[in-house]
């Protein structure tokens, strides 16, 4: 069950179907997240009885999804790397040479190409040490903390003080990469690709919003599953 009142990340986290409902229907559930479900619906222009049914008729078609809220956070982490960072990473060093394909072929007649290969750029930048950052300092450290109450020791000594200070960074990080895959959004018109667009344009634009569907899931599952259940284990040490 769901309403109006539900923050939008309340419902990604306890519905394991509800991501892909809520990326076809372009309501933010990562960085958006904490906005309430009737506002973020109104927003979209999507009346909360169509999401409700959407929602009922994408659980009876899926297979049942892992529960992110109950598995072990070094379980959690695993599936981040495995799936993700791993995603991201071969996608960024295919989207590079895809991008300068296209721009050379059809950034004269498409100025905007020129727009979508420095926003890349950037967003590639920022991705790569940002996941540097979660796979060499923060994500060994939530494993430790988790070790720690399994074995019931104190807390893992840390040079930042508390977890929530990377964290709050990893947030930040997020929102801005959150906010350039909007801007590529908007700058491809959705992604839609031009009449005379080769074969390369076309699977550019596709990759980009698999790619664009794969971070909002990654990003959702770190800043309402990952984070706040690392702070509450930290907490309780």
Same mark, same amino acid.
């Given at each position: ?15 394991? %179907? ?46 049942? &999804? /892992? ?36 721009? +050379?072929?059809?950034?004269? *007649? ?18 790569? %040490? ?13 494993? %430790? ?7 019931? @020791?104190?807390? /893992?000594? +840390? /040079?930042?003080? +508390?977890? *929530? *200070? ?15 895959? @909007? ?11 031009? &009449? ?6 076309? +699977?550019?634009? =596709? ?9 909002? =899931? ?9 984070? /706040? ?9």
């Amino acid at each position: 069950m769901i309403d109006a009142t539900m923050k939008v990340r309340e419902v990604a986290s306890s519905l394991p %179907q509800a991501a892909s409902v809520l990326e076809k229907l372009k309501i933010d559930y990562c960085c958006g997240g904490e906005r309430a479900l009737g506002e973020a619906c109104a927003a979209a222009g999507v009346d909360m009885a169509t999401l409700e049914q959407m929602l009922a008729e994408t659980a009876a078609e899926q297979s049942p &999804a /892992p529960d992110f809220q109950t598995v072990s956070l070094s379980d959690l982490i695993a599936h981040i790397l495995d799936k993700h960072h791993v995603f991201t990473t071969n996608e960024m060093a295919r989207l590079e040479t895809l991008t300068a394909k296209v721009v +050379t072929a059809h950034g004269e *007649n498409h100025s905007e190409l020129l727009g979508v290969s420095n926003l890349l750029r950037q967003l590639f930048d920022d991705l790569t %040490q940002h996941m540097f950052k979660e796979e060499q300092i923060l994500f060994p450290f939530v494993i %430790q903390l988790e070790q720690a109450v399994l074995q019931k @020791r104190s807390a /893992p000594f +840390t /040079p930042f003080g +508390t977890i *929530n *200070n990377p964290i709050r960074m990893m947030r930040m990080e997020h929102d801005t990469a959150g906010e350039i895959l @909007r801007e590529l959004r908007q700058l491809t018109s959705d992604y839609r690709v031009p &009449a005379d667009a080769c074969l390369s344009y076309q +699977t550019l634009y =596709q990759s980009l919003e698999a790619l664009e569907r794969d971070l909002h =899931q990654h990003i959702h599952l770190e800043n309402n599953i990952l984070f /706040p259940r690392a702070t509450a284990l930290e907490a309780s040490l």
